[in-house]
């Protein structure tokens, strides 16, 4: 009887404990607990109309199909990282921040038409603030903007928003608005680019 009332006694402690140190829902601290990791690039959507980047007269809106064969593709790049900022904010603001790798087509121009030399990859840090309540939880999604970079690169001249949507349920997207061009034609098409990343186990 005294071992069984020890035993009791041990699992009512366990359970107490863990109780305590279950994070409140909506809290920042539940959020930490849900979205913070690793996560991998699960899909890479175009949302204009199928587009043709390597030139084999088949055009998609999954441009994993259409970069994977060429040079530079690299799939360990494909890995992000969701953690607490470690950027000291005003105020009492939480922040998450979410660093991806984004896989990206480097075009090149010459005599007129327009090529994939290979593809390039964007190393982006978005820190997001964590609005949040008792029932609730939210993140405040930034619109970044590239007003400054080299005039050939094609790509990232054209991207007019970079920023995190659906960030729940271990998974987020980034969405991007830009310019993307086919293999030798010279028009441009602007639409989303969306980054779908899911966490891993």
Known sequence: MRKYLMILAAAACLYSCNEKESPVSGSFEALVEEMCGEYVLSGMHWTGTPID???DGTGYNDLIQELCCFN???????????????IEQRDDDKTISVS??????DFLEKDGKTYI???GYLPFTLRETYIGGDTAVSLTYGPVSFDQ???EEIFL???TELRITDFKDGEFTVRVRCHMKEADKTEYRHEYLNYYYRKLN
């Open 100 to 105: 991806v790798m984004l896989p990206y087509p």
């Open 149 to 151: 970079v080299p005039d």
């Open 157 to 159: 001249k054209g991207i």
């Open 53 to 55: 980047l390597n030139g």
């Open 117 to 119: 030399a290979g593809v």
């Open 72 to 86: 530079g593709y690299y799939e360990p790049n494909h890995y992000a990282e969701v953690a607490v900022s470690d």
